[in-house]
C-alpha cells in the first residue's frame, strides 16, 4: 500500500509499494549516495529521526530527516547528501528550491543540504538566489580527493602513483599482514575492531567520533544492505593492524573512514597503502567512473592543507595515489521561518542541557 498527498509542487510522500527501485535511483544512479538509500533512512528512524519518503512528480525520491523543536514545535529538515544530481548540478539546484518550499508549508522552520556538487558549477549561485546561505559542514570534510578511472587500466593507474608510494605497496604485499574483504553479514566483530582502530586515530588526531552502537550499528545496516565494503589487515603478532570502510555508489567507491595501529607501522609500513590499492583495484573491477579517497579538510580550514598543519600528511598520502582535489559547493540552508528558528535553537540547547545534566546526577 502507498500512501501520496498530491501536491502543487508535484511533491508527495511514498512508502509501501512506492518504494520499489527507490536505491536503483537515489544510490547506484550516477551520483547516488548511500545516505540517500532506504538503510540510512531506516536506521535513522531508529534513532528518532522522522523520516520522509518523497519523490517528485517524475519518480525522483528524496529522503528527508526531520526534528521536532522542544516544546515550541515545529520542525528542522536535513537531506542527507541530497537531491542527488542525477540529472546534472541545475538539477539538483531546482529540486532543492521546490523541496524547501514544500515543507516550509508543512511547519519545517529551517532545511539543510549538502550534496556532492562541484563548487564550480551553477549549483551555489542557483541555490543562493532562491535564499540558501553556506552554512558549516554536517559532514566532516566539504571536499574531496578522487581519482578517475574511466577508460584506464589497472597498470595505468598504479603507473600514476607515486614511486614512493609503488614501493611502499609492494614491500606490503611481500610482508606477513593478510588482507580480508568484508561485504556481507556476519561482521560485526570485525566493525568491531575497526571502531576500536578509528576511536584511537581519532585520539591521534585529535578528532572524535560518535558511540559504537550508532557507528557500528550503520556500519553493520549499510553492510547488510550491499552499500559498504570493509577491508581490513591482520598479522599473527598484531591481531588487526588497519582497515578501510568504503561505500559502493553513484557509479563510484568511496572512502569513508581509514585506519590503522600506530605501534605496528615501523613493523609493518605501508599497509594502509596496500589497502588504499587494494580498494582502488576493487574499483576498477567495478568499473566505476572514480575513485573517491575521501576529504582532508577539517573545520575552521575548508582548503587544501598547508605544510605544518595536521591534515597535511594525509593530504599527501592521498595525492600520491594520483588523487585530484575537488572543491564541492558544500552544506547549505534555507531558514522560512526565523522567528520559530532562532527559537528553536534556545529550546533544543536548553534541551541538550537539561539532559546532560540528568546524566551526570544518574552516574
Not at 1 to 21: C, F, K, P, W, Y
Not at 54 to 70: C, E, N, S, T, Y
Not at 195 to 201: C, G
Not at 320 to 344: I, K, T
Request: aromatic residues 8%; contains cysteine; charged residues 25%.
Amino acid at each position: 500500500m502507498s500512501e501520496r498527498t498530491a501536491d502543487v509542487d508535484g511533491i508527495h510522500e511514498v512508502r509501501g509499494g512506492d518504494l520499489a527501485n527507490w536505491d536503483g535511483l537515489a544510490v547506484t544512479a550516477p551520483g547516488g549516495h548511500v545516505f540517500q538509500s532506504r538503510a540510512y533512512g531506516e536506521f535513522q528512524a531508529r534513532l528518532g529521526w522522522r523520516v520522509r519518503w518523497l519523490r517528485f512528480a517524475d519518480g525522483f525520491p528524496v529522503l528527508v530527516l526531520q526534528r521536532r523543536w522542544p516544546w515550541i514545535g515545529g520542525w528542522s529538515a536535513y537531506v542527507p547528501r541530497g537531491p542527488v544530481p542525477t540529472g546534472g548540478p541545475e538539477d539538483a539546484a531546482d529540486r532543492l528550491t521546490t523541496l524547501a518550499r514544500w515543507l516550509a508549508r508543512r511547519g519545517v522552520s529551517v532545511l539543510a543540504a549538502d550534496p556532492e556538487v562541484e563548487a564550480a558549477s551553477a549549483f551555489p549561485g542557483r541555490i543562493r538566489a532562491a535564499g540558501f546561505r553556506p552554512i558549516e559542514e554536517l559532514q566532516p570534510s566539504r571536499h574531496r580527493m578522487r581519482i578517475p578511472l574511466a577508460g584506464r587500466t589497472a597498470d595505468e593507474v598504479f603507473a600514476g602513483i607515486a614511486k614512493s608510494t609503488r614501493q611502499r605497496i609492494r614491500r606490503a604485499e611481500a610482508g606477513d599482514a593478510e588482507i580480508t574483504r568484508h561485504d556481507a553479514p556476519p561482521a560485526r566483530q570485525g566493525l568491531d575492531e575497526f571502531y576500536d582502530l578509528l576511536r584511537a586515530t581519532g585520539d591521534r588526531r585529535g578528532f572524535t567520533f560518535g558511540s559504537r552502537d550508532e557507528f557500528v550499528g550503520w556500519w553493520d545496516a549499510a553492510l547488510a544492505a550491499g552499500h559498504l565494503v570493509h577491508l581490513s589487515a591482520r598479522t599473527p603478532a598484531h591481531g588487526t593492524i588497519a582497515g578501510l570502510l568504503l561505500y559502493r555508489h553513484g557509479g563510484r567507491i568511496s572512502t569513508v573512514h581509514s585506519a590503522d595501529l600506530a605501534s605496528a607501522r615501523a613493523e609493518h609500513p605501508g599497509v594502509l597503502h596496500l589497502l588504499r590499492w587494494r580498494a582502488i583495484q576493487l574499483a576498477l573491477a567495478a568499473e566505476c567512473a572514480e575513485m573517491d579517497l575521501g576529504g582532508v579538510d577539517v573545520a575552521g580550514a575548508r582548503r587544501v592543507p598547508e605544510h605544518g598543519e595536521s591534515m597535511y600528511g594525509l593530504y599527501e598520502h592521498k595525492r600520491s595515489f594520483g588523487a585530484d582535489w575537488v572543491e564541492l559547493a558544500g552544506a547549505h540552508e534555507l531558514v522560512s521561518d526565523p522567528v520559530r528558528y532562532a527559537a528553536g535553537r534556545v529550546t533544543q540547547r536548553v534541551q541538550r542541557v537539561i539532559a546532560r545534566r540528568g546524566a551526570e546526577t544518574a552516574a
